[in-house]
Nanobody
């Protein structure tokens, strides 16, 4: 299984970006796609997750109401719509995947940099 993230870039505070994550090598939708981020000098943190079968979503408190995670099952692709971006959202964003009944994310994409200027 391989994941490929894209969509990062430079945006001003208050702006929006949409990240995409394409999953290769899976045939079923019985997995969870997660987004994590790691800011300079900080530990990686959870951002959001979506059950690809069913669509249940989970968000970190820091992004609730600003970020929306979604999926396009037919393409095995997930999205992270990020609105009202703040400088504190600056980080490398990683998409990941785990089996639906597992708690461990086994598969990781390469990361995409999001920079929010003030």
């Amino acid at each position: 299984v391989q994941l490929q993230a894209s969509g990062g870039g430079l945006v001003q505070a208050g702006g929006s970006l949409r990240l995409s994550c394409a999953v290769f090598g899976r045939s079923s939708n019985n997995y969870v796609m997660g987004w994590f981020r790691q800011a300079p000098g900080k530990e990686r943190e959870f951002v959001a997750a979506i059950f690809m079968s069913g669509g249940k979503t989970v968000y970190a408190d820091s992004v609730k109401g600003r970020f929306t995670i979604s999926r396009a099952n037919a393409e095995h692709t997930g999205y992270l719509q990020m609105n009202s971006l703040e400088p504190e959202d600056t980080a490398v964003y990683y998409c990941s995947a785990r089996r639906a009944l597992s708690t461990k994310y086994d598969y990781w994409g390469q990361g995409t940099l999001v920079t929010v200027s003030s």
